[in-house]
């Protein structure tokens, strides 16, 4: 039998670093896509060279290509080319405090590019699973319309229809998204349609933190990364409003690309999942400074702004029921406390090799 190819938009991001290394060890061939936009979005500090560097030594035949899934005929005469057995969709403009000034960047990316990645699957190999990497941004503010009680250090939901967290049938309609929101909404729901209407094998996995030692976290996106890295370098974090006590679900990215392996070995039309970790791996800002104290020894600084960011959520956790009951042999196998340990060794490492 020949070598099945994965083909990975993104694939110098945390997700798509994590996902191109995950396929290679189960025997994949990997093609990876990325343009290296993180740099633009964000910057130096955003920059994804390294990662490429490393996908490159570390994994044997890794095929690179640097073209930006805004250009329709490239994008199309590489899957034509390459007819790959399974697509991994994460390129993305990731962040939702960005959007708001590049907005015209941000849709091209985040819908146009995904509806290029979607058509280049449909004519060229309709029948391989085809992954996208949604968020929970999809649903908006409305998380913050659920009833709230103030613990001591974070936010919970009160209504015990909540007590496993948000479920996929929440409305995404009629709430405040962010543009990045709404970008991503436009990819979810084409990436639900064809599989409704062509009958391809697609989902939405909507993201809660996505988060792992191989994030280069920035303060506008990579929530745990960027605390962590200010608790290392001794830089101040800011905190905007909620006390600091909205709560955030953290999956470690291998976690995420186990679940991808599970969806392609039995992999349904049109689904959507909440991919996060779920309230067992949830922590508020708060909660999180303690870990990183924790785990690194330093003493986390800190400053609070009372002004919450744009539609960010109060608390959210995702509800993972779904996912465990189309796929139980997925589960989270890592645990908060380590996953702040591998990222705080991470950043450890990387800022020594720099000096
Ligand atoms: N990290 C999170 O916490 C999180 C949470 C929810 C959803 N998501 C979603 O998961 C996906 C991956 O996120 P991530 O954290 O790995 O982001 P990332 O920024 O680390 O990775 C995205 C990669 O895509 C590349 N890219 C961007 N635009 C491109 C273009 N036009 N052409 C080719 N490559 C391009 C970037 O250079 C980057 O390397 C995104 O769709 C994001 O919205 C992430």
């Known amino acids: ?29 990997v093609v990876g ?28 035949g890794y095929r690179h290509s640097t073209l930006d899934i805004r250009d329709r005929e490239a994008l199309l005469a590489l899957v034509d080319e390459v007819r790959p057995q399974v697509i991994i969709h994460t390129a993305a403009q990731p962040s939702h405090d960005r959007a708001a000034a590049i907005p015209f960047l941000d849709f091209e990316v985040n819908a146009l590019g995904t509806l290029h990645m979607l058509e280049a699957a449909r004519r060229f190999c309709a029948e391989s699973p085809f992954i996208y990497m949604s968020t929970n941004k999809v649903y908006g503010d409305r998380p913050n319309t659920l009833m709230l009680q103030e613990l001591e250090t974070r936010w919970d939901y009160t209504d015990p229809a909540f007590e496993n967290g948000i479920p996929e049938g929440f409305s995404i309609d009629q709430s405040k998204h962010s543009i990045f929101g709404a970008s991503k909404v436009a990819g979810d729901v084409m990436v639900q349609e064809y599989g409704r209407y062509f009958n ?8 809660g933190c996505l988060t792992g030692p191989n994030h280069s976290g920035v303060e506008l996106h990579g929530f745990l990364s960027y605390l962590l890295k200010c608790n290392v370098e001794g830089r101040e974090y800011k905190v905007y409003g909620y006390k600091g006590k909205q709560v955030r679900d953290n999956i470690h990215a291998e976690d995420v690309a186990r679940f991808m392996f599970e969806f392609i070995k039995a992999p349904r039309a049109g689904e959507v999942y909440n991919l996060g970790g779920g309230k067992a791996n949830s922590c508020s800002i708060l909660e999180a400074f303690g870990l990183a104290e ?49 990222i705080a060794n991470s950043w450890m490492q990387r800022l020594s090799s720099a000096v």
């Not at 391809?200 to 993201?207: A, D």
């Not at 330093?298 to 609070?304: I, S």
């Open 33 to 60: 896509i990325d343009s290296n936009h993180r740099a633009v979005f964000f910057g130096p500090e955003g920059d994804t060279s390294w990662v490429l560097e490393r996908l490159q030594r570390e994994i044997p």
């Open 1 to 29: 039998m020949s070598t099945p190819c994965v083909l990975v938009s993104g694939s110098c991001g945390l997700i798509g670093s994590e996902v191109s290394v995950f396929f290679a060890g189960q025997g994949y061939q």
């Open 200 to 207: 391809m094998p697609t989902c939405c996995l909507r993201g």
């Open 294 to 342: 924790g785990a690194t020894g330093l003493k986390m600084k800190w400053q609070y702004l009372d002004e919450n960011r744009i539609g960010d959520h109060i608390c959210y956790y995702s509800d993972l029921r779904k996912m465990q009951a189309h796929y139980p042999a997925w589960g989270i196998s890592r645990p908060l406390p380590e996953i702040v340990g591998e």
